[in-house]
């Protein structure tokens, strides 16, 4: 007989709410072929994963998920057709005007990583306000990585511990963070990668050292609360060990759902 599958309740009531990422990132994949498996242009597969987000910053934010990072266009999206790249500016600043005025009510701190001054002037406008809206605000941050590619922001660093009047002398890990673009974050807890591709394709390189990774074969417009719980459930059920062995941490072996 199948196993009965865990209603939303039941997900939500399995949560610790004590044990929750701190940082969530996300690969936000399968747009493309969302709309291709039902005959629609690629293009719809990205309007309806544009409805996830809002669903699911939605969703962190309830939970109290201090930082989402979601992986919104890369170096190589330059690469994809004109049309398909004007598509997804455009979206991306019609996001951010519709949007704006929620994150200031529901107290989200809106930033960026990567090489914004790519973006098109319509969407880099509409990027600086959100930023500039939002900068006060103390609840969950929102953080998108635009024109982003971990080997990038990682050179990036290099160049501008050079040019730091401080660069001489021993550097240490922390130093070194203090000059990626994602300074003043925690690393992220958590990376989740939709649409049953298993990397993380040049994202946080650096900063994934030590976040455990969770890969779901669900496309990013399905991806919906009962997925994000499943994750968060998965997530708790590991023990992370940062390279400790089990009698540094105290011995055991994680314990996961429904073992």
């Known amino acids: 007989m199948k196993k009965k599958e865990p209603s939303i309740s039941e997900l939500r009531s399995a949560i610790d709410r004590e044990n929750l990422p701190k940082h969530i990132a996300i690969i936000m994949d ?10 629609l242009p690629r293009i719809m597969g990205h309007k309806r994963g544009a409805e996830t987000v809002r669903k699911v910053v939605e969703q962190c934010r309830t939970l109290g998920i201090e930082v989402l990072t979601l992986y919104a266009f890369s170096d190589e999206n330059w ?6 790249v004007s598509f997804l500016m455009n979206m991306l600043g019609g996001y951010l005007r519709s949007e704006i005025a929620t994150m200031k009510a529901n107290g989200i701190r809106f930033r960026t990583i990567g090489r914004t001054e790519r973006l098109p002037k319509t969407a880099h406008r509409w990027v600086e306000k959100a930023v500039s809206e939002t900068a006060g605000n103390t609840g969950m941050v929102l953080n998108l990585a635009l024109s982003y590619g971990g080997r990038g922001e990682i050179l990036e660093a290099v160049k501008r511990l050079r040019e730091a009047p401080d660069s001489r002398g021993d550097l240490t890990e922390e130093q070194f963070s203090e ?3 994602t300074a003043g974050l925690p690393d992220p807890d958590l990376i989740v990668r939709t649409s049953g591709e298993k990397r993380i394709s040049n994202f946080l390189l650096w900063q994934a050292a030590y976040s455990e990774l969770y890969f779901t074969d669900v ?8 997925e994000l719980l499943s994750a968060l459930l998965d997530y708790q059920g590991r023990q992370r060990r940062f390279g400790l062995t089990e009698e540094q941490l105290g011995g055991g072996a994680g314990v996961h759902p429904g073992s």
Do not use: Q, S, T
């Not at 399968?30 to 005959?39: C, D, L, S, T, Y």
């Not at 496309?219 to 009962?226: A, G, I, R, S, V």
């Open 179 to 181: 000059h990626l673009d």
């Open 30 to 39: 399968g747009n493309g072929r969302w709309a291709v498996r039902r005959g």
């Open 79 to 84: 690469g994809r057709p004109r049309e398909e």
């Open 219 to 226: 496309l990013w417009p399905d991806f919906n609360e009962k």
